[in-house]
C-alpha cells in the first residue's frame, strides 16, 4: 500500500509536459467521450436581468458535474433576440442512464448546495425536447472543452438551430428531404455538428418534464462569425426553410435559433476541428 500511495505522490508531483501557449486544443484529448444516442435540447427562461449570472452559475459549477457522472455538456448558449433565453444540449449513453445520472446530480451535493439560489432566476426550465441522433453513428460530436491558458478570452463563434416540427409518420420521408437540403450548408466557415430527431419514449426521470408535442427534427452547425451567418450561411438556411415547408411534411413554419456560446461552451468554432459528422 505504501508503495501505492508513494506512486501517486510522486505521479502529482510531476509537472505536465509544457504545451505551446498558442496550441489549439485537440481531438485527441476527447476520444473516450462519445457515443451519447439520447439528447436533451433544453431551453431556458431565467429571470429579467439574471441572464447574466445564470451563465455563470452555469458555467462554473455544472459541466464537469455531469462529465462525472457519465453524462455530457456538449454546448450552453444564449439566444439571440431573446434577453433571458439560455439553451444548453446534454448527453446520456443511451435512455437507461437518462434517470441514472439525473438521480445522480439532482439529489446530490451540487445541486443541493447550488439549488435555491439557482431555481430563484429560473422561472422557467420544461422546454426539453429529447431527442437521438438521426444516424446512431452520427453524433454529436464531443469538442475539448475551453482552455482557460489557451483560451483565456472563452469559446468564439455562433451556434445556429434549425427546428423543424415535422407530422407524425412522415418523420422518414421529412429527414430523407431535410438530409439532401441540409448538403447546401457544407461551405467554408461553417461546421455540421448534428442532425437530431425525436425520441419517442416516455419519460424516465419524470421529475424533469420534456415535450409530448413533437416529432421534430434540429439541425446544428457551427459557424465562424457573423460575416460568416449573414453572407453565406444564412441565405441557405432561408432557402432550406422554405422548400421544406412547401413539401407538406411539416406542422409548422420552421424555426431558426441563432445563439452566442457561454465561455465555457465545448460547441463553439474551432478552426481545424470537423465538429460532427451529419450531412
Request: hydrophobic share 45%.
Amino acid at each position: 500500500m505504501s508503495g501505492i500511495v508513494a506512486s501517486i505522490a510522486l505521479g502529482a508531483a510531476m509537472p505536465a509536459p509544457a504545451r505551446p501557449a498558442n496550441e489549439a486544443p485537440t481531438m485527441e484529448s476527447v476520444q473516450h467521450l462519445r457515443n451519447y444516442q439520447v439528447v436533451e435540447f433544453r431551453r431556458y427562461v431565467t429571470a429579467d436581468g439574471e441572464l447574466t449570472h445564470f451563465v455563470k452559475y452555469f458555467d462554473a459549477y455544472f459541466p464537469e458535474a455531469f462529465e462525472q457522472l457519465g453524462a455530457m455538456v456538449f454546448g450552453q448558449f444564449t439566444e439571440r433576440g431573446h434577453a433571458n433565453r439560455f439553451t444548453w444540449l446534454r448527453g446520456f449513453h443511451d435512455i437507461n442512464a437518462r434517470p441514472i445520472v439525473n438521480a445522480a446530480f439532482y439529489y446530490g451535493p451540487l445541486w443541493k448546495e447550488h439549488r435555491i439560489k439557482v431555481n430563484a432566476i429560473l422561472p422557467d426550465s420544461d422546454n426539453v425536447m429529447l431527442l437521438r441522433p438521426l444516424h446512431a453513428d452520427q453524433g454529436i460530436t464531443v469538442l475539448p472543452a475551453v482552455d482557460p491558458v489557451t483560451e483565456e478570452h472563452g469559446a468564439h463563434g455562433v451556434v445556429v438551430a434549425q427546428i423543424f416540427a415535422v407530422k407524425k409518420g412522415r418523420e422518414e420521408a421529412f429527414a430523407e428531404q431535410a438530409e439532401a437540403a441540409f448538403a447546401g450548408y457544407r461551405v467554408g466557415g461553417v461546421h455540421p455538428a448534428g442532425v437530431l430527431v425525436s425520441l419517442d419514449l416516455p419519460n424516465n426521470f419524470p421529475q424533469l418534464p420534456i415535450r409530448t408535442d413533437g416529432p421534430f427534427l434540429v439541425w446544428l452547425g457551427v459557424v465562424r462569425d457573423n460575416a460568416t451567418l449573414d453572407e453565406r450561411l444564412a441565405p441557405r438556411l432561408a432557402a432550406a426553410e422554405q422548400t421544406l415547408a412547401a413539401g407538406g411534411l411539416l406542422r409548422g413554419t420552421p424555426e431558426r435559433v441563432v445563439m452566442d456560446p457561454t465561455p465555457r461552451s465545448r460547441l463553439r468554432w474551432l478552426p481545424d476541428t470537423d465538429v460532427g459528422a451529419a450531412p
